[in-house]
């Protein structure tokens, strides 16, 4: 079964999976996985834990480009159980102006290729 929200997103995501760290701020824990899909608005990431909806996390995302990591906050928005895992969407806070284009290019990249 899908996630229903997909239809309602804002902004356009792609498949792109790059590697991700996220620490969920409260409890100093820290997950590195890889993003399932990316947009301006946020990520989509699997986690081996849930994470409760609206919790604090930090975000570091390193591009496929090679450039320096995009280093933002975020906030868990919502999480679906799969097998032994979590599909978490995490939504961008104060994402600098600079990396939000940055996303912007790669996802506009990856829609063109039909990736």
Request: one cysteine or more; charged letters at 35%.
């Amino acid at each position: 079964m899908m996630w229903q929200g997909i239809d309602r997103r804002r902004f356009p995501r792609a498949e792109y999976p790059c590697e991700v760290i996220i620490l969920r701020s409260d409890l100093k824990e820290t997950f590195r996985t890889h993003t399932e899909n990316i947009g301006v608005g946020g990520i989509c990431v699997i986690l081996s834990k849930e994470l409760p909806r609206f919790c604090p996390v930090g975000i570091t995302l390193y591009l496929k480009d090679r450039v320096s990591p995009i280093e933002c906050d975020g906030r868990i928005v919502w999480s679906v159980k799969r097998r032994s895992n979590f599909d978490t969407g995490i939504e961008f806070i104060g994402l600098r102006q600079r990396d939000r284009l940055r996303i912007e290019r790669v996802v506009e990249e990856c829609l063109r290729k039909g990736l």
